[in-house]
């Protein structure tokens, strides 16, 4: 077989098209393994390979794009990594060496990308994973190895001197652009591409996420430099929805139109990537043989982007970080109501609060995925009483394009203190049918934040101006083994949060070992106190409630107690759970129960009564 990359010297090769698209058109659910099919399945696999090459790829990417063990994991199947990827090769190798004509097979692997920001992967974590995915495509003897459909620049760097470190075979290394032509770690296309060549990447380019048309712009601004080599796969449009598929419209003719361009501006390998089908791949076929690679062209000049300024505020305003370091800070949680009648009642509530001595009001997004008025208006709302309102923003009912949308709209309101949760699941609400999304979790909803403060939306589009927001992320000491709650919030801290706030805690010795488990953080801790209104509630909120637990000595004191006595007992226990916060921290956070802010009201001015006591912690985060 002639060189692969001597050829891409003197030619334009032809690639496959999408191999996902085409398995699910043949009928294979989206609830299996696709990659798994190479098992399962070795007929449909080496069907769509015959398929492509009798269409005209010069070269085939095998069924392996999703073959890593983090995300075999989500079908169990993360014992046959090796071999699922070999046979992946394998099929591959056998239908390219059938063909009677020089084909060659690319071993893909895609990124890990959020999934394994979600586990919280170290980089030695993420080495392995790739080295054991690449490792069994090497085995089953592919001719190169495709780093395809990265988003984020360092995460595919990574991959590659993984690689390196393996074999020497021609490795291309693929970026997903947005269609401004930046990473979604904010690179220019033609920065990234020059970054992976002095990283030794032999071809470069991009795929996915985008047409030929925003291809074609795109590669208007890469220079073509000697001996380097572009390789770009573009999707065939952007998919409709219908009737449960996505539909692509990039008819086969339009892409046989695009190629020329292409190859115009720089593409040694072309191919398809999400949408094409071998009917595509004939129509660039058609084409394809009669043209030469380009060795020089213009470039169009895309001007420096200036820093983005700062959010102007309104108004000048003290945030919950100036203001801990002048008092205690008091943040008192106020759910907004499950009616609209209701919602009077709350902005009288917020008033309420904020004359007792709360500092700032923050709203619930849907707890425990139960239907209520909108925490965002809400928010506004009580902002025009001159209410400080602090929402919590959950990544459950928003996908990655509704969260950015309301996060964008909050910053025009000027809400800008935001906690990050995860949120319940929706089944376990008042709505089971509707459906939890989850693009996000907090940690990577709080990274979401922090980029968005830098001027960037989370595919790197310049938003021409940064956001202002202070993000603040939770920590649950209730939990069985609280190290484990204690990793994770350093990861959300790293990920951006400035401050914490608590689940609520009933015992006095909890809060001793909050304060333990988190001094060395530096930042705010507000510890949550939520005062009990009966046994009933009590027992609830123990036994019902995820992320609660209550003493048992609380529950024996609030046992028999109901109506104004089981209120008294409540603010007596929370009342004393305050002194052991307060001679800690310098901040609490006093949580509302069923929209019952007589009693958080009262709190309230009791933190303050203590204050001006003298008892006061000396330290920001805790003594």
């Not at 608590?502 to 510890?527: E, M, N, S």
């Not at 046994?535 to 046992?559: K, Q, T, W, Y």
Request: hydrophobic share 40%; aromatic share 6%; with cysteine.
């Amino acid at each position: 077989m002639n060189n692969f990359l001597d050829r891409l010297q003197d030619e334009v090769l032809l690639g496959d098209g999408a191999i996902g698209t085409l398995i699910y058109q043949r009928g294979v659910p989206l609830e299996l393994s696709f990659d798994g099919l190479n098992v399962t399945n070795p007929a449909l696999v080496e069907q769509i390979h015959r398929d492509y090459i009798a269409a005209g790829a010069q070269v085939i990417e095998t069924n392996t794009f999703g073959a890593n063990r983090l995300k075999l994991a989500k079908f169990g199947l993360e014992s046959k990594v090796n071999e699922i990827n070999w046979k992946g090769a394998s099929l591959a190798k056998r239908i390219a060496k059938a063909a009677g004509r020089d084909v060659y097979v690319a071993g893909s692997v895609g990124a890990l990308g959020s999934v394994a920001d979600e586990a919280g992967l170290t980089e030695s974590d993420r080495r392995a994973i790739y080295q054991e995915q690449i490792g069994a495509l090497l085995g089953g003897d592919v001719d190169v190895i495709l780093l395809e459909t990265f988003t984020r620049l360092g995460e595919l760097k990574l991959a590659l001197e993984v690689y390196q470190g393996l074999e020497t075979r021609p490795v291309i290394a693929s970026m997903s652009f947005d269609e401004s032509g930046r990473s979604g770690d904010g690179v220019t296309a033609a920065d990234c591409l020059r970054q992976l060549r002095e990283a030794g990447a032999d071809i470069v380019g991009f795929n996915c996420q985008l047409g030929p048309n925003v291809a074609l712009r795109i590669l208007e601004r890469v220079p073509v430099e000697e001996g380097a080599l572009l390789s770009v796969y573009p999707n065939a449009g952007k998919p409709e929805y219908f009737e449960g598929r996505y539909i692509y419209f990039g008819a086969p003719e339009y892409f046989a139109k695009m190629t020329p361009l292409l190859v115009e501006q720089g593409a040694r390998l072309i191919g398809g990537c999400c949408g094409t089908t071998p009917e595509t791949i004939a129509a660039m076929a058609r084409v394809v043989s009669s043209l030469r690679p380009v060795r020089a062209k213009s470039v169009t000049v895309v001007a420096p982007r200036e820093a983005a300024p700062p959010t102007p505020p309104a108004a000048p305003r003290e945030s919950i970080l100036d203001i801990i370091k002048k008092r205690t800070l008091i943040v008192t949680e106020l759910d907004p109501p499950r009616t609209l009648p209701a919602v009077e009642k709350i902005i009288k509530g917020a008033e309420a609060l904020k004359d007792a001595g709360t500092d700032s009001v923050t709203l619930a997004d849907n707890s425990l995925a139960i239907l209520r008025v909108s925490n965002v208006v809400l928010a506004q709302r009580m902002a025009e009483r001159g209410v400080l309102p602090l929402v919590h923003l959950a990544c459950r009912d928003r996908n990655l394009l509704g969260i950015q949308s309301e996060l964008m709209g909050m910053s025009v309101l000027g809400l800008n203190h935001v906690l990050a949760i995860t949120g319940d699941p929706a089944k376990s609400g008042d709505q089971p049918e509707a459906s939890s999304v989850y693009d996000l979790n907090s940690v990577s909803l709080i990274a979401l934040m922090k980029k968005m403060n830098e001027g960037f939306s989370h595919s790197g589009r310049d938003l021409k101006q940064r956001t202002d927001f202070i993000i603040g992320c939770s920590f649950n000491p209730n939990a069985k083994d609280i190290n484990v709650q204690v990793k994770r919030l350093e990861r959300k801290l790293a990920a951006g949060a400035r401050y914490v706030m608590t689940q609520p805690v009933f015992d006095p010795a909890l809060v001793k070992a909050t304060h333990d488990a988190t001094k060395h953080f530096g930042v705010p801790v507000l510890v949550g106190v939520m005062p009990l209104i009966s046994e009933r509630n009590c027992e609830f909120l123990h036994n019902e409630v995820p992320g609660i637990a209550i003493a048992d000595s609380i529950r024996a004191r609030m046992r028999g107690k109901e109506g104004d006595a089981g209120r008294r007992e409540g603010l007596a226990i929370a009342r004393e759970l305050c002194d052991a916060v307060l001679a800690l921290f310098n901040g609490i956070y006093l949580i509302t129960p069923l929209v019952a802010y007589e009693l958080t009201v009262e709190l309230s001015r009791y933190v303050r009564e203590q204050e001006k006591a003298g008892r006061r912690a000396y330290s920001v985060g805790s003594r």
